[in-house]
Each structure stands twice: as structure tokens, then as C-alpha cells.
């Protein structure tokens, strides 16, 4: 069953085969689990718990339509699990990096050899990536640390390919324009 | 678990291209090549393998759950080929439920028919061959549907084809069936140069269709048998009065042209329509009961 499509494994998970769904699993946890974990800042509890619920919600739509790719399909779900998640009243609206990595980006004290475990852990980056808007943070997790194609991230977020592209370049740009503010902000 | 997180970051030729696919010019390449590098600082955690067996025990229960039959059906479903030979498996249980015999004397009632044509009857091979046509939906159809007499009602109900279809189907057999006499008889005598073969076929189905249909449709109301017989007999007496042998003289027999054949096979479909509708909607009701 290991050399089965993503799509075979779906159809035979629609039929309530545990196998199909433990390879399924096996195949796509890690990679959407790194997904969630940045897109919600740095947050393990809360991204796995969202990978949890996207795939629930493909066991529970009975939907999949025989042969519609699976991948695009589960970052869909993925991401406006997470979007919904953060348009709650009782959320904050700003996706920000969880309170380890903020503290250490925060701390303007920091000496030579901690700023460079600081960068070895993530933190410059996961704020800097805190720091775009919601589309580019997106755009640009799928594209750089997923590996989706620009037609599957067009597929996934439900935008042109054009848009796709213009997002990724905007994005980068803003992403290089966070990492240097940030940087100067701890070599002051 | 093998990790893709990293992807493509580990690579900078990797980044060049993907950069490049994005339509990046030499000079962005070379500007933001150093800052997407940079990703690679931010590490995702890897799940283990007790985290995917502890996400598999969360899933599990919810995964859908459909009893063997169904499973089955749809396991027949995914691919063509199972398709075409589920199709055929149907189709043969279709032709399994028609017992030898009523293949034997259809058989023996074309066999006569072709007797008929090429025997000296002259205008009157045509009236035999509406008065036997009729003879194939009554052996044919009307003991088809015996399942209301051997009470396996029940049992239709619980197969995965819905009664409609099934009527369906055992309509198609047997329509199909002797629409094939009909082309064949009709073949043979148009390469004995024997008239027009169309004609022909129109005279064995449209009898065919208008009897069966009627029939079924007066089935709702009073016995198959009687509803058949009655049919057959209003039939016959049609028949019998465009005929010059059966009329008194000095009266003019009835024409049976081929547009009024035609339209008596549009009113067998429309009845057998209607009574398809029906037991459908009949048996609905029984299974609510």
C-alpha cells in the first residue's frame, strides 16, 4: 500500500481502510505540522492541535471527490483552520511568536555568543515571519519550507498563479526588510 | 519519519532555481538568495513516531465506517475495467433471472416468424406477426415479474439496484432481445431482397411495446394474467379489423399505417414509463411501512 498515489490512499480512507489512513498520516503529519507550527508563530500545542482537526475534517466531509489532488486539499483545510482560528473574537489578531522566541528577539541585552544561539534556534526568523501579513506569511511557508508548486499554493489558497508570484516576491522583500530592522535592533 | 520541513533551503542552486521560477530576475536572485537562506535558521518540531500513534488512535474511530456490501460495491466502482465487468456480472444475473425456457420459446416464436415471412401467406404475413409479437411480451414479461407472487419483495428491496431499476433492466432485457429478432429477421429478408426491413421491425416491436405497456399499466389495478390476456385480446381484435379477412363486406377495414404504428410504440413507453413510476413509488411506501 506504501507505493499507492496520495489520491488512491484517500479513496481507500473513504472506505474506512486504517491502513490507507496510517500512511496518509505518516506521509503529511510532519510536513503540516512545520506548516502550522510557523504559520501560528511558534506555537506546538495549538499547531498540533489544528493538524489534528484538518484531519478530522477530511474524515468528516465524506467529500473527496475520486482523483482531486490531496495535498493542495489538506493545506485548504490547514490554513483556514488557522485563519478561523485567529478571526475569534477572543484571539488576538495578531499572529505573533510564542513568548520563548519573543523574549529572546526582545532582549536588547543580548551578548555576541547569545545572538548567535538565538539565531541558531529560529528566533530572528519566526519574528521576522510573525511580522508579515497574513497572505505573504502563508505564500511564502508553502513555497520555502513545504516545497509546493506555484500552481499547488494557487490551488491551496484559492488565488491566481499571477498573484502567487507577485505575493512571493512582495513577501521576500518584506521578509528581508524585518530580518534587517530586527538585526540592527540587536547589534544597537 | 523523514522531515521535508527544510526543503528546498538546503540547497542554494535549489533556491536559485526555485527563485527563478518565480519569474525573479539575476539581480533579485542574487539580492534575496542570502535572506531565504536564512529560513533554514527556523526548525520545525519533527512528530515521532509515538505522536503519530497517538494522532492515529485521536483519528481512527472517525474514520467512515460502510458495511461489507456497500464496501464491496464501491471497491467494483473505482476503476473502469471493474466497472465494465461488475456491468456484466449485472447484466448476466439480469439474463439468469429469465428462465431457459423463455429463451427456448422466444427462440421458437422468431423461428416462426421467419417461417412466416418466407412462406406463400402473402399480405397476411404481417397480421400473423402482430398477433404472435404479443406473444413474447407475455411469456416474456409478465412472468418476469413474478416476484410479487413469490413474495421477494423484501428481497429486491435490500439489493443495491433500486426496484426501478431492476424493472428497468428486465424491460431492457427483453426489449433488447427481440428488438434483435426483429433486426435479424429483418436483415434476412432484406438480403433476399424480401422489402423494406424497417417496416418490418416496426411491425414486431410496436406490438410489443404497446401490449407490454398496457399490460403492466392495467397490472396496477387488476391481476398481471388478466391484465396481460385483456391487453392481448384488445390487441388481437385491433389487428383482426385492418385485416380484409376478418372484416364483413362492404366494410371498410381500419388502416394500420406505419405513423399509427409508431404511435402506439410512444404509448407503450409512455405507459411503461408510467408504470415504472408507480411501482417505484409503491414500493417506497412499502418499505416506510
Same mark, same amino acid.
Request: charged share 15%.
Given at each position: 500500500?506504501?507505493?499507492?498515489?496520495?489520491?488512491?490512499?484517500?479513496?481507500?480512507?473513504?472506505?474506512?481502510?486504517?491502513?490507507?489512513?496510517?500512511?496518509?498520516?505518516?506521509?503529511?503529519?510532519?510536513?503540516?505540522?512545520?506548516?502550522?507550527?510557523?504559520?501560528?508563530?511558534?506555537?506546538?500545542? &495549538?499547531?498540533?492541535?489544528?493538524? @489534528?482537526?484538518?484531519?478530522?475534517?477530511?474524515?468528516?466531509?465524506?467529500?473527496?471527490?475520486?482523483?482531486?489532488?490531496?495535498?493542495?486539499?489538506?493545506?485548504?483545510?490547514?490554513?483556514?483552520?488557522?485563519?478561523?482560528?485567529?478571526?475569534?473574537?477572543?484571539?488576538?489578531?495578531?499572529?505573533?511568536?510564542?513568548?520563548?522566541?519573543?523574549?529572546?528577539? @526582545?532582549?536588547?541585552?543580548?551578548?555576541?555568543?547569545?545572538?548567535?544561539?538565538?539565531?541558531? @534556534?529560529?528566533?530572528?526568523?519566526?519574528?521576522?515571519?510573525?511580522?508579515?501579513?497574513?497572505?505573504?506569511?502563508?505564500?511564502?511557508?508553502?513555497?520555502?519550507?513545504?516545497? &509546493?508548486?506555484? @500552481?499547488?499554493?494557487?490551488?491551496?489558497?484559492?488565488?491566481?498563479?499571477?498573484?502567487?508570484?507577485?505575493? &512571493?516576491?512582495?513577501?521576500?522583500?518584506?521578509?528581508?526588510?524585518? &530580518?534587517?530592522?530586527?538585526?540592527?535592533?540587536?547589534?544597537? | 519519519?523523514? +522531515?521535508?520541513?527544510?526543503?528546498?533551503?538546503?540547497?542554494?542552486?535549489?533556491?536559485?532555481?526555485?527563485?527563478?521560477?518565480?519569474?525573479?530576475?539575476?539581480?533579485?536572485?542574487?539580492? !534575496?538568495?542570502?535572506?531565504?537562506?536564512?529560513?533554514?535558521?527556523?526548525?520545525?518540531?519533527?512528530?515521532?513516531?509515538?505522536?503519530?500513534?497517538?494522532?492515529? %488512535?485521536?483519528?481512527?474511530?472517525? !474514520?467512515?465506517?460502510?458495511?461489507?456490501?456497500?464496501?464491496?460495491?464501491?471497491?467494483?466502482?473505482?476503476? #473502469?475495467?471493474?466497472?465494465?465487468?461488475?456491468?456484466?456480472?449485472?447484466?448476466?444475473?439480469?439474463?439468469?433471472?429469465?428462465?431457459?425456457?423463455?429463451?427456448? !420459446?422466444?427462440?421458437?416464436?422468431?423461428?416462426?416468424?421467419?417461417? %412466416?415471412?418466407?412462406?406463400?401467406?402473402?399480405?397476411?404475413? %404481417?397480421?400473423?406477426?402482430? #398477433?404472435?409479437?404479443?406473444?413474447?411480451?407475455?411469456?416474456?414479461?409478465?412472468?418476469?415479474?413474478?416476484?410479487?407472487?413469490?413474495?421477494?419483495?423484501?428481497?429486491?428491496?435490500?439489493?443495491?439496484?433500486?426496484?426501478?431499476?431492476?424493472?428497468?433492466?428486465?424491460?431492457?432485457?427483453?426489449?433488447?432481445?427481440?428488438?434483435?429478432?426483429?433486426?435479424?429477421?429483418?436483415?434476412?429478408?432484406? +438480403?433476399?431482397?424480401?422489402?423494406?426491413?424497417?417496416? =418490418?421491425?416496426?411491425?414486431?416491436?410496436?406490438?410489443?411495446?404497446?401490449?407490454?405497456?398496457?399490460?403492466? =399499466?392495467?397490472?396496477?389495478?387488476?391481476?398481471?394474467?388478466?391484465?396481460?390476456?385483456?391487453?392481448?385480446?384488445?390487441?388481437?381484435?385491433? #389487428?383482426?379489423?385492418?385485416?380484409?379477412?376478418? %372484416?364483413?363486406?362492404?366494410?371498410?377495414? =381500419?388502416?394500420?399505417? +406505419?405513423?399509427?404504428?409508431? =404511435?402506439?410504440?410512444?404509448?407503450?413507453? #409512455?405507459?411503461?414509463?408510467?408504470?415504472?413510476?408507480?411501482? +417505484?413509488?409503491?414500493?417506497?411506501?412499502?418499505?416506510?411501512?
Amino acid at each position: 500500500m506504501n507505493s499507492l498515489s496520495d489520491e488512491q490512499l484517500m479513496a481507500e480512507v473513504m472506505l474506512g481502510k486504517e491502513a490507507a489512513l496510517t500512511i496518509l498520516v505518516e506521509r503529511h503529519y510532519g510536513q503540516l505540522l512545520g506548516y502550522l507550527y510557523r504559520y501560528v508563530g511558534g506555537n506546538r500545542p &495549538l499547531a498540533e492541535d489544528i493538524v @489534528q482537526e484538518t484531519f478530522l475534517r477530511v474524515l468528516q466531509q465524506h467529500s473527496y471527490q475520486q482523483g482531486r489532488p490531496v495535498k493542495p486539499w489538506l493545506y485548504t483545510i490547514a490554513t483556514n483552520l488557522v485563519r478561523d482560528h485567529f478571526k475569534s473574537a477572543t484571539i488576538n489578531h495578531m499572529i505573533q511568536p510564542c513568548e520563548a522566541i519573543l523574549a529572546g528577539v @526582545q532582549d536588547s541585552a543580548l551578548g555576541p555568543e547569545e545572538q548567535v544561539v538565538l539565531a541558531e @534556534q529560529g528566533g530572528i526568523v519566526a519574528h521576522a515571519i510573525g511580522q508579515l501579513t497574513d497572505e505573504y506569511r502563508a505564500t511564502l511557508l508553502l513555497r520555502f519550507y513545504n516545497g &509546493l508548486s506555484l @500552481q499547488e499554493i494557487a490551488d491551496v489558497l484559492h488565488i491566481p498563479l499571477g498573484t502567487v508570484k507577485s505575493r &512571493l516576491s512582495v513577501g521576500t522583500r518584506q521578509l528581508r526588510r524585518s &530580518l534587517t530592522g530586527i538585526q540592527e535592533g540587536l547589534t544597537q | 519519519m523523514q +522531515s521535508h520541513n527544510r526543503w528546498p533551503l538546503d540547497n542554494s542552486e535549489q533556491l536559485m532555481s526555485t527563485l527563478q521560477e518565480q519569474d525573479a530576475t539575476p539581480d533579485e536572485i542574487a539580492e !534575496l538568495t542570502p535572506v531565504l537562506m536564512r529560513l533554514s535558521e527556523w526548525h520545525a518540531p519533527t512528530p515521532t513516531v509515538l505522536d503519530t500513534r497517538r494522532l492515529l %488512535v485521536h483519528l481512527t474511530p472517525h !474514520l467512515p465506517t460502510f458495511s461489507p456490501v456497500r464496501a464491496a460495491i464501491s471497491a467494483r466502482r473505482r476503476s #473502469v475495467v471493474k466497472k465494465c465487468c461488475w456491468f456484466i456480472e449485472i447484466a448476466s444475473v439480469q439474463a439468469s433471472l429469465l428462465r431457459p425456457s423463455f429463451w427456448l !420459446l422466444t427462440a421458437l416464436i422468431f423461428c416462426l416468424g421467419v417461417l %412466416v415471412i418466407f412462406s406463400p401467406f402473402g399480405g397476411a404475413s %404481417v397480421f400473423l406477426l402482430r #398477433v404472435t409479437s404479443p406473444l413474447i411480451v407475455y411469456f416474456g414479461t409478465v412472468r418476469m415479474f413474478r416476484s410479487s407472487h413469490l413474495h421477494t419483495l423484501e428481497h429486491e428491496l435490500v439489493c443495491p439496484p433500486s426496484p426501478q431499476q431492476l424493472i428497468l433492466a428486465r424491460l431492457s432485457i427483453i426489449l433488447g432481445y427481440d428488438t434483435l429478432l426483429g433486426l435479424c429477421t429483418s436483415f434476412l429478408l432484406w +438480403s433476399h431482397g424480401g422489402g423494406n426491413f424497417l417496416l =418490418l421491425t416496426l411491425h414486431w416491436i410496436t406490438p410489443l411495446l404497446l401490449v407490454s405497456g398496457i399490460a403492466l =399499466l392495467l397490472s396496477l389495478f387488476i391481476s398481471v394474467t388478466t391484465a396481460a390476456l385483456l391487453t392481448y385480446a384488445v390487441w388481437l381484435g385491433r #389487428v383482426m379489423l385492418t385485416t380484409k379477412v376478418f %372484416v364483413y363486406e362492404g366494410v371498410t377495414p =381500419l388502416p394500420l399505417t +406505419s405513423q399509427m404504428e409508431l =404511435l402506439f410504440a410512444l404509448i407503450g413507453l #409512455v405507459a411503461l414509463f408510467v408504470v415504472v413510476l408507480a411501482q +417505484s413509488i409503491h414500493a417506497q411506501r412499502l418499505l416506510a411501512q
